[in-house]
């Protein structure tokens, strides 16, 4: 069966401790792992996506990276703003509507 | 530039009502999405639409209806609500089949 987690469940930080969130994956026909940001409330906000194993992107404190199972999302020296749920979903085929989201895993950057 | 727009964002019914939530999109976008999200779990997708006119069943499609006879407009529908459907509800849309999802920012559903 086709599976998305992610790890922790929830995470406390201080301003400026590095960390990184894990999202694990048993897809059969990978077509994309996607990062998204959740604030409370709010609808889920695109952040990246990541397609072949080796693949990095980055934008601004984040980075994601990709290899055959999982996907890091790495947090360099987070600001409080930072505090979110952040999702990762997987694309498992070409006709665009097939997504897998994992349950989100809660970031709390404390001041 | 509103992006994807729901209406109502918060809404209670009585258990057998039937209501409708409005999914607006204004970047021409040819999908549209209704999910929703319980806590602990992933979003899950109810049902979708490739295009004006067409729509699919997704993971969870038992107990809603949709349509789409707009390009812009995606409707989710629920017949007779059950407990069960208490959620939060989020449209989206992407261009294609290959690009990200925009998401509007839910609708919190509650059926006592």
């Keep these: ?111 | 530039n509103a992006g994807v727009t729901q209406t109502p964002k918060f809404r209670v019914l009585k258990t057998g009502q039937s209501m409708t939530l409005l999914c607006a999109q204004d970047m021409n976008h040819e999908y549209m999405y209704w999910y929703r999200q319980d806590p602990g779990m992933g979003l899950r997708l109810i049902h979708y639409s490739v295009g004006e006119g067409t729509t699919a069943k997704g993971e969870v499609p038992d107990g809603y209806n949709v349509s789409r006879l707009k390009k812009q407009n995606f409707l989710l529908g629920l017949e007779s609500a059950a407990p069960s459907q208490t959620s939060v509800y989020f449209c989206a849309s992407s261009y294609g089949g290959q690009g990200e999802l925009f998401f509007g920012e839910g609708s919190r559903l509650t059926v006592l």
Excluded at chain 1, 8 to 25: D, F, I, K, T, V
Excluded at chain 1, 85 to 109: E, I, K, M, W
């Design chain 1, 1 to 111: 069966e086709d599976q998305v987690t992610q790890s922790p469940e929830a995470l406390r930080l201080q301003e400026g401790e590095s960390s990184s969130l894990n999202c694990s994956y048993t897809v059969s026909g990978l077509r994309g792992l996607f990062w998204y940001r959740q604030d409370p409330g709010k609808g889920p906000e695109f952040l990246f996506t990541l397609y072949s194993a080796g693949e990095e992107k980055e934008k601004e404190r984040l980075k994601a990276t990709l290899t055959k199972k999982e996907s890091f999302l790495h947090i360099t020296a987070p600001k409080p703003e930072d505090s979110a749920t952040y999702l990762c979903a997987v694309r498992r085929d070409n006709y665009g509507q097939n997504f897998v989201f994992g349950p989100g895993t809660r970031l709390s950057v404390l001041p």
